[in-house]
């Protein structure tokens, strides 16, 4: 697959997810998301309204982490957060499912969660991905989220948070995009720092690739070309 500069950068959310962070920092990374043309700022909730004024009249949106990294909020949490992160300038929801209820294999919980939360996305005209955080689930698992979110249609289904023990996996990939085919994309994260796993994501079936080495692989890109 033969991309242009400007195509892989649009497809990199680039995330600064770390909490131990201040203004100077969140400056920095919006900055360069504008100046790189990437697709969105992924970011915590609480900084929202401070990217979301540096972002203003760019290209790059925000893109908000609900119930991150763990998912073990309430659903009646998880909604009232991506509706106040919605309020807040997020025009991108990436929220973690409930690994317990999949590990009880609740699936009408998890569909029910998936559901009201890509209603709620849907209305507003926001991107839902929902975080499988595949690191914990087995084949059976992912396989059955995938099914999930082929009957309900988030924007996308994506890999992991990139604070688990693992992350995205090229097998993973390949298997989540066959899974769910073309009414649901796919994005990778966790784990990818380098062009060359980027563009990997990307031919196994990726659409989205959350890093925060994105100012590096579009420069190493750029010096590929």
Same mark, same amino acid.
């Given at each position: 697959?033969?991309?242009?500069?400007?195509?892989?950068?649009?497809?990199?959310?680039?995330?600064?997810?770390?909490?131990?962070?201040?203004?100077?920092?969140?400056?920095?990374?919006?900055?360069?998301?504008?100046?790189?043309?990437?697709?969105?700022?992924?970011?915590?909730?609480?900084?929202?309204?401070?990217?979301?004024?540096?972002?203003?009249?760019?290209?790059?949106?925000?893109?908000?982490?609900?119930?991150?990294?763990?998912?073990?909020?309430?659903?009646?949490?998880?909604?009232?957060?991506?509706?106040?992160?919605?309020? =807040?300038? /997020?025009?991108? +929801?990436?929220? #973690?499912?409930?690994?317990?209820?999949?590990?009880? !294999?609740?699936?009408?919980? *998890?569909?029910?969660?998936?559901?009201?939360?890509?209603?709620?996305?849907?209305?507003?005209?926001?991107?839902?991905?929902?975080?499988?955080?595949?690191?914990?689930?087995?084949?059976?698992?992912?396989?059955?989220?995938?099914?999930?979110?082929?009957?309900?249609?988030?924007?996308?289904?994506?890999?992991?948070?990139?604070?688990?023990?693992?992350?995205?996996?090229?097998?993973?990939?390949?298997?989540?995009?066959?899974?769910?085919?073309?009414?649901?994309?796919? =994005?990778? /994260?966790?784990? +990818?720092?380098? #062009?060359?796993?980027?563009?990997?994501?990307?031919? !196994?079936?990726?659409?989205? *690739?959350?890093?925060?080495?994105?100012?590096?692989?579009?420069?190493?890109?750029?010096?590929?070309?």
């Amino acid at each position: 697959m033969e991309l242009s500069v400007e195509q892989l950068a649009g497809m990199i959310d680039h995330t600064l997810l770390k909490p131990f962070i201040c203004n100077e920092d969140l400056e920095r990374h919006c900055k360069m998301a504008i100046k790189y043309h990437f697709k969105t700022v992924a970011v915590n909730n609480a900084v929202l309204p401070f990217c979301r004024k540096i972002v203003a009249g760019t290209s790059v949106v925000c893109d908000a982490a609900v119930s991150f990294p763990l998912g073990q909020s309430t659903l009646e949490t998880k909604l009232f957060e991506t509706e106040d992160a919605i309020i =807040k300038g /997020a025009k991108e +929801i990436d929220y #973690v499912i409930n690994l317990v209820e999949v590990k009880n !294999a609740n699936w009408r919980f *998890i569909e029910k969660e998936m559901d009201k939360i890509v209603s709620i996305c849907r209305k507003n005209r926001v991107v839902t991905k929902v975080i499988f955080e595949n690191c914990y689930l087995t084949e059976q698992e992912k396989r059955m989220l995938c099914q999930i979110a082929a009957d309900i249609r988030p924007d996308f289904i994506k890999t992991s948070t990139g604070f688990g023990s693992g992350g995205a996996t090229f097998k993973d990939v390949m298997m989540m995009k066959k899974c769910v085919g073309n009414h649901v994309k796919v =994005k990778a /994260a966790g784990g +990818i720092r380098d #062009v060359q796993t980027a563009l990997a994501m990307i031919e !196994a079936g990726a659409e989205r *690739i959350g890093t925060s080495c994105g100012v590096e692989i579009i420069q190493n890109y750029k010096l590929s070309k």
